[in-house]
RNA sequence: ACGGAUUUAGCUCAGUUGGUAGAGCAUUGGUCUCCAAAACCAAGGGUCGGGAGUUCGAGCCUCUCAAUCCGUG
């Protein structure tokens, strides 16, 4: 197996995109996205989506191929991802993953089950139901449903406790039957690098990084939104909060704060999620040339 | 300079008739098989501006020093 898929991670605003542009250049090879919010084609400035100038530097796959309003989830990722690759392969001896969506980079590289995708209609019946009864009664559906997955859920997060329900429905399954965590087998060798900075430093950048967001018309971008401000892809930091900005709910320097705060939790998840991922080899954004020597070392015979 | 007010967790403030302190936000740690930039859980942190006094005991009372703010000059 003398294919490599070298995946470049971190948090948001450590600069993934520069790095595995540089890396993919040095490999003479194309990078697919693993962003779940860079898909969408409407959503420039707030996603950090990668300019005109980056894009042409180096072939992308996977950015700007969504509408807001279409559906996409981890598993939709997987197949694409693994179609990208399949075919790129063909051509190239290295790929380049990179993205910050923990969850999509995992479907690529460990897989996840197939489950059917949920259909819209349960999803909005059973929403209404926890909306109006509440989340005892999802729970109280899900132990006698999957009494298994009822003692493993968290019973407080009601998005886990109603899909797990979706599926029962869905499928007249255990949910927990089809889970099978098991990891998947992949026809290329997988590199994993992390990037990431003192908390500090990286807090720096994020803040001046929604600054110039800002600057770029962020605020103009989301206005164009506004009237979709309740589509899950528009639930994204950078736009939620001046949509609630919008509303009335708070001052523009307030939103503008929040989003700072926002990106920094979000970048916090993001590492928490990764530092339990042992196959990841941490550097600095600066250490260009040793994140190279380490991916060449795996390709020397 | 005089009068008044303020000084409690990184920030904004609560703290009842004196019994060694709370909240929100921020910060930190964690969960995670699918609309995940989502959703959820948990934790740490203060010699109560400095000093002295009264008291069995002071964030709360008295004195003093300092800083900040508002009036009047």
Known sequence: MDKFLIVIIGPTGIGKTTTSIEVARHFNTVIISADSRQIFKELKIGTAAPTAQELSAVQHYNIATHSIHDYYSAWE???????????????????????????????????????????????????????????????????????????????????????????????????SSLRTNSIKERPFNIIKIGLNLDREELYERINKRVDIMVEEGLIEEAQQFYAHKDLNSLNTVGYKELFAHFDGEYDLDKAIELIKRNSRRYAKKQLTWFKRDSDIKWFKPSELVNIISYCESFMVH
């Open 77 to 175: 990722f997987e197949q694409d991802a693994l179609a990208y690759s399949e075919r790129l392969f063909k051509t190239h001896q290295q790929l380049v993953l990179t993205g910050g969506s923990m969850m999509y980079i995992d479907a690529v590289c460990k897989g996840i089950d197939e489950l059917p995708t949920v259909d819209q209609e349960l999803r909005e019946q059973l929403k209404n139901q926890y909306e109006q009864e509440g989340i005892e009664v999802m729970r109280r559906q899900l132990k006698q449903l999957d009494p298994v997955f009822y003692d493993q859920v968290d019973l407080q997060n009601h998005k886990r406790v109603i899909h797990a329900v979706e599926i029962c429905l869905l499928t007249g399954k255990p949910y």
